[in-house]
Nanobody
């Protein structure tokens, strides 16, 4: 098991940027695939991005590709989500998750989730 805590959310104007962080506890962070999901009011939780344990492989939803970059620092037990050119439709609670399996991360089947951080894009 790994405990996850997201931070970095807030209110930003359209076209702006935010960097979300997800800090993990546990000595085996570097073994985990990490992912980001988001959930807007009245909508299902949707996949945003994922990164392999080494950081060499990354995966993105089509809706954010080109605007979002996922990265990780295994020395700091932290995964990041850099979001640029934000749009009002990016407004959601953003969650990170972790699993040893990329398939479970992408399918939201991981048992390890943070509490979420709110991102609001509005003028």
């Amino acid at each position: 098991q790994v405990q996850l805590v997201e931070s970095g959310g807030g209110l930003v104007q359209p076209g702006g940027s935010l960097r979300l962080s997800c800090a993990a506890s546990g000595r085996t962070f570097s073994s985990y695939v990490m992912g980001w999901f988001r959930q807007a009011p009245g909508k299902e939780r949707e996949f945003v991005a994922a990164i392999s344990w080494s950081g060499r492989s990354t995966y993105y939803a089509d809706s954010v590709k080109g605007r979002v970059t996922i990265s990780r620092d295994n020395a700091k037990n932290t995964v990041y989500l850099q979001m640029n050119s934000l749009k009002p439709e990016d407004t959601a609670v953003y969650y990170c998750n972790a699993d040893l399996s990329i398939d479970k991360v992408r399918a939201a089947l991981s048992g390890n989730w943070g509490q979420g951080t709110q991102v609001t894009v509005s003028s």
